[in-house]
């Protein structure tokens, strides 16, 4: 909990070009103070409740400028009706796309509880393409071998080069658009399946 600032501005630093942000949360930028208080109102959440939520942050070594990435599972948005850096409506598609996947039919709705679904991986800009993203993947991945149970993800382009290249496969696609609009933004339903 002490670090909860920092994990809010990585989060916010990591996800300047995520489509998801950009079309749930266009006016994060006009009201930032804003954004940083319901971002961070949603991780103080998943760090009390953390027999449901896992938030794994690595550090950079002591030589470093300091600086961390954050990883974590699943999503709740909160404050809708007060929030002004948010599109109400389009988040509230994007929940509802989201939601399916748990559902008969939907993507991972077979392993139900068991399974680790990675729903949130940033690493900062500077940091990236030196395999701190691999390697909180691969803790993720090592923690369910045990077990024998799926990774899932939904991964954004730039995620499904990583996800791929660590054995995932694409088993759909989601595309989240509000209703009456033309821009949306997708991405790729992918699992890894440990072998056993």
């Given amino acids: 909990m002490a670090d ?7 989060l916010i630093e990591g996800f300047l070009e995520e489509p998801m942000d950009n ?16 971002l961070r109102e949603e991780y103080a959440y998943y760090l009390d409740n953390p027999q449901k939520y896992l938030v794994h942050v690595a550090q950079p070594s002591e030589q470093s400028e300091g600086a961390k990435s954050v990883a974590l599972a699943d999503l709740i948005d909160r404050g809708l009706d007060q929030r002004k ?10 929940v509802n796309v989201t939601n399916r996947h748990y559902e008969p039919h939907g993507f991972v709705y077979e392993w139900a509880e068991k ?10 800009p500077d940091f990236r393409r030196h395999g701190v993203g691999t390697m909180m993947t691969e803790w993720g991945m090592n923690a369910t ?3 024998g149970w799926p990774v899932t993800v939904c991964a ?5 080069l990583l996800y791929a290249h660590l054995k995932f496969e694409i088993i759909g696609t989601e595309v989240v658009r509000a209703e009456d609009e033309e821009e949306s933004f997708s991405s ?7 072998k056993v």
């Avoid at 909860?4 to 990585?10: A, E, F, P, S, V």
């Avoid at 079309?23 to 319901?38: A, G, L, S």
């Avoid at 954004?156 to 499904?160: S, V």
């Fill in 115 to 124: 399974q680790i679904t990675i729903s949130v991986l940033t690493v900062l």
């Fill in 145 to 147: 071998t045990e077990k």
């Fill in 188 to 194: 790729a339903a992918m699992v890894f399946s440990p």
């Fill in 4 to 10: 909860l600032d920092d994990i809010t501005k990585i």
């Fill in 85 to 94: 850096d948010a599109n109400k409506k389009r988040v509230e598609a994007y």
């Fill in 156 to 160: 954004i382009p730039m995620g499904q």
């Fill in 23 to 38: 079309y749930c949360y266009p006016f994060r930028f006009k009201y930032t103070e804003d954004h940083f208080r319901w």
